[in-house]
């Protein structure tokens, strides 16, 4: 007797998914492309200092010393300028923009030295760093203290 050839069955779960992977890498592609920083955030432009040695004798104005605490309320020394209340800083503001008429009065870029709390809010250390772009100060320096 002949032997007959059964037919290969088909599996009825398989599926190709070449094309698929196509369409994810170009969806991927279309979204890194068309993605956009936040507005906000692109404006905070800030100059970290670096570990050369500086070229000049220092500057005549000693920086402004600003201290974010474990609660979010923001110190200048023992002072305190504003509590952790929502986004509005008007104390710090302030502060700040006169740090920085004295800065340029005297010829200097105006410094600040920011020590935050690892405790503290997000919020509270982005309230400085938006206080400080306002008032177009870039030279920062920030300490994270336990």
Known sequence: MGKRRKKPQESIGEMDISSLIDVSFLLLFY????????????????????SAPPTSEGPSIEPLYITIRPNGDIYE???LLDRYIGF???LLSSR?????????????????????SMAAENQSFMNV???????QISQISVLGVQ
């Open 96 to 116: 700040l923009e006169f740090y920085n008429a004295s800065a340029k009065a005297t010829g200097e870029e105006p410094t600040v030295q920011i020590e935050v």
């Open 77 to 79: 020394g023992d002072q």
């Open 88 to 90: 509005e800083v008007p």
């Open 129 to 135: 760093l938006n206080a400080l772009a306002g008032e």
């Open 31 to 50: 979204f890194l492309v068309s993605s956009s920083l936040i507005e906000t955030e692109n404006d905070l432009k800030m100059n970290i200092p670096s």
